[in-house]
């Protein structure tokens, strides 16, 4: 896909007009994300609903100015993209603090950026990575929030029991990734790879946009490619950091169909655009 952004259309945030509704109707949207077995079918929904055999380009937040948030993602959906990467950071397993589900009662607060006013707000599919300590602790309330691709880091210091975190995951009804480091090899993975629903590779140290995509991650790719087709499994393989439209072409030559764009996907200094691919 290639296209271009499109300027948001009014000047009152979209987020703020779509959760005043959402209140003024008796709160009824507010009463979908309480009830597990709708947020179910939501998440497997949308997602099965896309071809791994196409390339998935998933602009993320972490891009965006936080002040205009609502108006810039809204403006990446318009561009076309299916997918947005929502990063959660705790300060602790990487050195940055995002946001969380919602810390107001889901989205009580207009001006508060959660993943709940994200999923309020968008069609486009939220895929969220949670780069925190103990994620399992978390994982009810983002998929509440409307978390339809719930990632998890495999490294111990991060999910202690991973393939515990990934049926939990499932087991709420979202789709369920593994995510390494760049110094992580495959072998931490490989005995969840016929559970998962997508594995992530990062091509960057976690934790801030605008890095310098790790050129050794390209094999790591491949190699992942190549366990998966011997494991005869099919989970979505995405790669995250650094990726621009003049590298994208080797990690999709290399096996992978889903791409974060970072700071290639939205500007915060201009209008946002997606990534051409
Ligand atoms: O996980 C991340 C950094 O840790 C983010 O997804 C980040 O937004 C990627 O940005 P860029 O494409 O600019 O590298
Ligand atoms: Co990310």
Same mark, same amino acid.
């Given at each position: 896909?290639?296209?271009?952004?499109?300027?948001? /259309? /009014?000047?009152?945030?979209?987020?703020?007009?779509?959760?005043?509704?959402?209140?003024?109707?008796?709160?009824g949207?507010?009463?979908?994300? /309480?009830?597990?077995?709708?947020?179910?079918?939501?998440?497997?929904?949308?997602?099965?609903? $896309?071809?791994?055999?196409?390339?998935?380009?998933?602009?993320?937040?972490?891009s965006?100015?936080?002040s205009?948030?609502?108006?810039?993602?809204?403006?990446?959906?318009?561009?076309?993209?299916?997918?947005?990467?929502?990063?959660?950071?705790?300060?602790r397993?990487?050195?940055?603090?995002?946001?969380?589900?919602?810390?107001?009662?889901?989205?009580?607060?207009?001006?508060?950026?959660?993943? $709940?006013?994200?999923?309020?707000?968008?069609?486009?599919?939220?895929?969220?990575?949670?780069?925190?300590?103990?994620?399992?602790?978390?994982?009810?309330?983002?998929?509440?929030?409307?978390?339809?691709?719930?990632?998890?880091?495999?490294?111990?210091?991060?999910?202690?029991?991973?393939?515990?975190?990934?049926?939990?995951?499932?087991?709420?009804?979202?789709?369920?990734?593994?995510?390494?480091?760049?110094?992580?090899?495959?072998?931490?993975?490989?005995?969840?790879?016929?559970?998962?629903?997508?594995?992530?590779?990062?091509?960057?140290?976690?934790? $801030?946009?605008?890095?310098? $995509?790790?050129?050794?991650?390209?094999?790591?790719? /491949?190699?992942?490619?190549?366990?998966?087709?011997?494991?005869?499994?099919?989970?979505?393989?995405?790669?995250?950091?650094?990726?621009?439209?003049?590298?994208?072409?080797?990690?999709i030559?290399?096996?992978a169909?889903?791409?974060v764009?970072?700071?290639?996907?939205?500007?915060?200094?201009?209008?946002?655009?997606?990534?051409?691919?």
């Amino acid at each position: 896909m290639a296209a271009t952004a499109s300027s948001p /259309s /009014s000047s009152l945030c979209a987020t703020t007009v779509l959760l005043r509704k959402g209140n003024l109707n008796g709160g009824g949207r507010l009463a979908t994300h /309480s009830l597990l077995p709708q947020t179910t079918v939501r998440a497997t929904v949308r997602v099965d609903k $896309f071809s791994k055999s196409d390339i998935i380009v998933s602009p993320s937040i972490l891009s965006a100015n936080f002040s205009k948030l609502g108006e810039q993602v809204k403006a990446v959906e318009v561009a076309g993209c299916d997918w947005i990467h929502v990063d959660v950071m705790d300060g602790r397993f990487v050195p940055n603090i995002t946001i969380g589900p919602s810390l107001s009662g889901r989205g009580k607060y207009y001006f508060e950026p959660s993943v $709940f006013l994200l999923s309020k707000l968008l069609v486009m599919k939220i895929s969220l990575l949670q780069m925190i300590v103990e994620p399992e602790q978390r994982v009810p309330d983002f998929i509440k929030a409307g978390a339809d691709i719930v990632s998890v880091h495999c490294e111990q210091s991060s999910t202690i029991h991973l393939h515990r975190t990934v049926n939990q995951i499932k087991s709420l009804g979202a789709k369920a990734g593994v995510v390494l480091n760049p110094a992580t090899p495959l072998s931490a993975i490989e005995y969840v790879l016929d559970v998962v629903d997508l594995v992530l590779i990062m091509s960057v140290n976690p934790g $801030f946009g605008g890095q310098s $995509f790790i050129e050794s991650q390209v094999k790591k790719i /491949s190699e992942l490619r190549r366990l998966c087709a011997e494991k005869g499994v099919n989970p979505w393989i995405e790669v995250d950091g650094g990726v621009t439209p003049s590298n994208a072409y080797k990690v999709i030559e290399a096996g992978a169909n889903a791409l974060v764009a970072g700071s290639a996907g939205i500007k915060t200094s201009k209008r946002p655009v997606a990534l051409p691919v």
